[in-house]
């Protein structure tokens, strides 16, 4: 079955950087886009960045652009997100998610989810 | 970028009732919207996807309808497991857009 399991997280000060893993097993993971999203304690869900199924397309919410970067290794099964200049509002809860659709589809939506890794930003 | 309003924002329900949420968008996204549903603690899992397709392995008490920029989600007959929060979530574009959330609890 599909296993999405994050690593990284952790209590980080605001400006400093962060990198979260994402380790896949139970699919195809080069055929697949990735996503990743946040949820701050006590609040909804927001999208954060998607990467497509060979890597060489990437998206970003307009809250991260230019701070954070998406990437995958797949013959890792590994998925990435590279966080730069920290805020206190990205604390949150990091899940990495797999599309639905496969490989040439666009990316749609979230139909599995790791169990999420919490960032904390402060001082 | 489009905005999805969700509503109700809680509910309060008895088992055995039909349970309507709703989602409205900013603009025209066709059929391209998802509901999730997420117990406390818990990571969200999708329902129902393309407005209408449920999910490999829901019940089929759950369902959803609409396209353009009206979308419903309905639970026909809710069971105690069922409370959770609920979101929907658009794709355009490359740009993905949850609702606020409905919380979903047992009178």
């Known amino acids: 079955q599909v296993q999405l399991v994050e690593s990284g997280g952790g209590v980080v000060q605001p400006g400093r950087s962060l990198r979260l893993s994402c380790a896949a097993s139970g699919f195809t993971f080069s055929s697949y886009g990735m996503h990743w999203v946040r949820q701050a304690p006590g609040k909804g869900l927001e999208w954060v960045a998607v990467i497509s199924y060979d890597g060489s397309n990437k998206y970003y919410a307009d809250s991260v652009k230019g701070r954070f970067t998406i990437s995958r290794d797949n013959s890792k099964n590994t998925l990435y997100l590279q966080m730069n200049s920290l805020r206190a509002e990205d604390t949150a809860v990091y899940y990495c998610?797999?599309?639905?659709?496969?490989?040439?589809?666009?990316?749609?939506?979230?139909?599995?989810w790791g169990q999420g890794t919490l960032v904390t930003v402060s001082s | 970028d489009i905005q999805m309003t969700q509503s109700p924002s809680s509910l309060s329900a008895s088992v055995g009732d039909r349970v309507t949420i709703t989602c409205q968008a900013s603009?025209?996204?066709?059929?391209?919207l998802n509901w999730y549903q997420q117990k406390p603690g818990k990571a969200p899992k999708l329902l129902i996807y393309?407005?209408?397709n449920l999910e490999t392995g829901v019940p089929s008490r759950f369902s959803g309808s609409g396209s353009g920029t009206d979308f419903t989600f309905t639970i026909s007959s809710l069971q105690p497991e069922d409370i959770a929060t609920y979101y929907c979530?658009?794709?355009?574009?490359?740009?993905?857009?949850f609702g606020q959330g409905t919380k979903l609890e047992i009178k």
């Open positions: 979530q658009q794709y355009d574009n490359l740009q993905y857009t």
């Open positions: 393309d407005a209408s």
């Open positions: 998610a797999k599309d639905r659709r496969p490989k040439d589809m666009t990316p749609s939506n979230f139909q599995h």
């Open positions: 603009q025209d996204i066709s059929n391209y």
